[in-house]
């Protein structure tokens, strides 16, 4: 069972563009959701996380969305830059810190 | 600080052979979690342990087991090494909400 899943499995977007991620959950028990940027042969690294308090939260040029009654979350990344090109995956656990649960991932080019 | 670090980084075995990964956590961390990431996919949760005892546990066999040590250090063993066990390990360390990953080990089974 896929607790949460996430679109589209891939994404190019052209410099300065905005580059939108969604993902959606099934388990309400679920209290934080991070995304996290995973570049070739590295291990994902944690760009920013929400919880189900707030309904936008925003560092930089990354911005996370957050329904909770639509149990969908999304990332928006503003000014994309060829850099930026990478794979991102959403996940959430009940108790930040503990068990994450993984979307499929979203490959991400930033096209000049 | 050096983040979290696992070695080795590569790693070829047979198949039935047994294994042992190896993780050190942020400086601060207690806690440890052990991720499998098969090519093209997102992590999988194997298991997690803080005060050297395993906390919680994914939906993996037996043949996955690991350890916590004094200094929070952990160490991932796999036994009896099948070819679908070939993937990217990677290990996480948290204290409180975040987790923080390190590079992983690329586990190839022959």
């Known amino acids: 069972q896929q607790q949460v899943k996430q679109s589209p499995q891939s994404l190019i977007v052209q410099k300065g563009g905005i580059s939108i991620i969604n993902c959606a959950y099934e388990n309400t028990a679920f209290d934080y959701f991070p995304w996290y940027q995973q570049f070739p042969g590295k291990g994902p690294a944690l760009l920013i996380a929400i919880r189900p308090d707030v309904s936008e939260k925003k560092e930089g040029r990354f911005t996370i969305s957050f329904n909770k009654s639509a149990k969908q979350f999304s990332l928006h990344i503003m000014d994309s830059q060829p850099g930026d090109s990478a794979t991102y995956f959403c996940a959430a656990s009940k108790g930040g810190g503990n068990k994450l649960t993984f979307g499929t991932g979203t490959q991400l080019k930033v096209e000049l | 600080d050096a983040g979290v670090t696992q070695s080795p980084t590569h790693l070829i075995k047979t198949r039935g052979q047994q294994v042992t990964l190896r993780c050190s956590p942020k400086?601060?961390?207690?806690?440890v979690s052990w991720y499998q990431q098969a090519l093209g996919q997102g992590p999988q949760f194997i298991f997690q342990y803080y005060e050297e005892e395993e906390r919680q546990r994914g939906n993996f066999p037996d043949r996955f087991s690991g350890h916590q040590f004094p200094n929070y250090s952990s160490e991932l063993n796999v036994n009896a090494l099948l070819l679908g066990d070939s993937a990217l390990y990677l290990c996480a360390s948290s204290a409180t909400t975040e987790a923080f990953f390190g590079q992983g080990t690329r586990l190839t089974v022959v």
């Open positions: 400086s601060g961390h207690d806690t």
